[in-house]
């Protein structure tokens, strides 16, 4: 199965108030943009030459914050109920 066919499977409680925050100021500035990579949601993306980001179908890893370079991303956990719904198997 792809990871893209098991990131389909999740079932997400989304939350109006996001729980990661990123200053695309700051990542403007960035020669390497590590999280487009680093991502394994693919949650960050390059659209008409900004980075764009898409907390909905994050999967709470906490990647993007610690490979981060320019220390653009402010990192939580969802609020209690809301987030991504792991089930065991």
């Not at 403007?28 to 980075?51: R, S, W, Y």
Request: charged share 30%.
């Amino acid at each position: 199965m792809k990871l893209e066919e098991k990131l389909g499977r999740l079932v997400f409680n989304f939350d109006k108030e996001p729980h990661i925050i990123v200053d695309t100021d700051r990542c403007q500035k960035c020669d390497h943009q590590p999280c487009l990579a680093g991502c394994p949601a693919g949650c960050f993306k390059i659209e008409a030459g900004k980075l764009v980001f898409n907390y909905e179908d994050c999967i709470e890893c906490g990647t993007c914050k610690i490979i981060c370079e320019k220390d653009a991303i402010k990192w939580n956990y969802p609020r209690g109920s809301f987030g991504v719904a792991y089930q065991y198997g």
